[in-house]
């Protein structure tokens, strides 16, 4: 027995020695490589190498060493290293299967070779180990640690061997397979097309992943993996984990006394809802009352999401991880469990419901000379869609006429008023589908924007401003931390540039001041109306500006012409805005809070990188859905404008439903010299221009969905007499 004790303690303190003794090893050669069978003859105790790879694989997981090839290992030092610095950065992944560091350390991108990214996926965020190579060069380096994955969640096939699975990601920037156990398959069969977890990253080292499979999509279409595949790829689960849902299925909407004493009771206020006529959620209301002294009050009502919401709760959590809905063109990917998004908390006719309000009071020069912030009580008397409100507006006619009228005309009274501060009119084209009863798009138009629609943005904008006006004063002399939303002055190069693109179609940019470019932006789209080279310029001018973003800095918001603004009026799809609830709250009747800053701008970040994924994936389906709508059209003929021009052809943007695909060059009769402005493309043998905006005939030849890409050919432009000169 006690020998047996003996053996034990000896291999306990032996492998503790072993571990010092691999460090040290891996130490005195600091930027040598060395593989499992050098570490171990190097050993002072012959071990071969399958004794000691689990304490390598130990040493790895504790960040101590690195495995920078199969079976290669590297001292990760932990003071520095010398010439090799470490920073943190997000993955960029290349078809290829490398990757490029995007850091806001560096003002350059670190390129990683595939063998060097050690278990890190596209979207990831890492800290890298980074070296300058040659001048010239960009700098290279290799994957320390994955300090937060962009996606836990993978769509693909599914391929099942006699004694194991693998799971092929659909994704071109994921180039690995995963490892998938066959008690793990969920019923999944061969071929299936199935969503995975990761269950085992093998992170610091060259192996696959493990996964396990939690839903079946089995062998479905095209359209339904692709929006699946679409939303997952940017980082957003299917589905609700069920802690998630149980605890939304134990909420009640039950009006306790308790509730009713802090909150003001505005039932009896004539209250209604404008929107869309497909939605299914409705988180803003609108009051309107005339007040005893003959002023009008105006009240702006939020579905009071953060009172369901209660902060470190699992719907808080999941509601932060998501950060917003998702508005795919065929569906929706709420941020919130149906319970709430469709129940609880929308503002539907003729329930009561818990509301967080903005309320004005309005002056006979319609100045605001009242305003108050709080949770309330209110009840929709009427939902109104767009068409209907219009209809009220257009005729004069209908359910709270007078109402919506007043309403009407004060909000043109606003939004002049932004205008004239400087606003910029951002509007743009919005591509809208008609789909069949399997989401097959059978057309396509374009939203119109009419009174009814500005009436309910105006208020909110309102809303949104005065919200942060009020935090803003709240906190000067000590600041409140905030959740703001900002958009930066234009970059003076990039407006330089645009200055010069733009002249050379007939037009002048007043770039003096932000004010002038603001101007000068809105007289540009007023002419574009009459001049379609313009009207192709608006979405280049868009680019050059900056994107907003949340932030607890205030700047401002440029594109608004508004020095305070935040987003209070959706919590229903933007986590954004439940913090500005809760904060605010935390903020009334005479209460001062402060929210630790530092954690409430990392909150920031995260929303702002959830809202950009998020709109990739809108416009990833709305290119797909436009590739659907073509191929049924291949042969057939249309009218379009030339809308970009590139080395390899020119883009057209189809006139009657704003889908674009190319004219390649090579389908062209003779080569072209793209000027350097890329705004036209002249002939080489005829001299014949095209530019942007011309107006051309179009055949739609090839749609090819899995690219996401249209080719057209071009019609009725060239000529046998073109060529009678050669």
Known sequence: MKRKKSKRAAKKIGNKELRREIINILRRNPNAKLPAKVISKKLSVKKNTEKIKPILDELIQEGKIIEIGKFVYQYKDQEGLGDRQIITGKVDMTRRGSAFIQSDELEEDVFISEKKLYGAFHGDTVEIQYWKVRSGKRPEGQVIRVLKRANSQFIGIIKISEKFAFFIPNNERINT????????????????????????????????????????IGQTGDSELEMKSILINNGFNLEFPPKVLAEANKLTDEITPEELAYR?????????????HDAKDFDDALSFRILENGHKEIGVHIADVAHYIKEGSELDKEAFERSTSVYLVDRVLPMLPERLSNGLCSLRPNEDKFTFSAVFEFNDKDQIVNRWFGRTLTHSNRRFTYEQAQEVIETGQ?????????????SKVLRKRKFKNGAINFETDEVKFKLDEHATPIGVYLKVRKDAHMLIEDF??????????????????????????????????????????????????????PTSIAHSFNAMRSQAEENEALKMLTPIAIR?????????????????????????????????DVLAHRILFQNLDGKTTRVDKEKLEAQCRHISDMEKRAMDAERESIRYKQVEYLEQHIGETFSGKISGIID??????????????????????????????????????????????????????????TKKQVSFELMDTYSFEDFDHI
């Open 544 to 576: 050059t500006m900056a994107k907003a973003i949340y932030t607890t800095d205030n700047i401002g918001h440029y594109g608004l012409a508004f020095p305070y603004y935040s987003h209070f009026t959706s919590p229903i799809r933007r986590y954004s």
């Open 460 to 513: 909110m904008l309102l809303a949104n401003k005065e919200v942060a006006f009020y935090m803003s004063e709240k906190g000067k002399e000590q600041e409140i931390p905030f959740v703001y939303r900002v958009h930066d002055e234009p970059d003076p190069d990039r407006i330089l540039d645009l200055k010069n693109f733009a002249r050379e179609l007939g037009f002048d940019i007043n770039i003096e001041s």
């Open 648 to 705: 390899r052809g020119f883009f057209v943007e189809l006139d009657d439903n704003k889908c674009e695909g190319m004219i390649e060059i090579f389908r062209l009769p003779e080569a072209f010299e793209i000027a350097p402005s890329r705004l036209f493309a002249t002939g080489l043998t005829t001299k014949k221009v095209f530019k942007m905006g011309q107006s051309v005939q179009v055949k739609v030849i090839d749609a090819d969905k």
């Open 398 to 410: 209908g359910d709270f006429a007078a109402e919506i009228l007043e309403m009407d005309r004060i």
């Open 264 to 276: 003001r009771d505005m039932r009896d206020v004539p209250t209604f809802t404008i929107d869309p």
């Open 177 to 216: 397979d995963m490892f998938v156990d066959l008690n793990d398959l969920n019923k999944a069969n061969d071929n299936d097309i199935v969503v995975v977890e990761v269950i085992n990253w093998q992170e610091g080292t060259t192996k696959s992943p493990e996964a396990k499979v939690i839903s079946v």
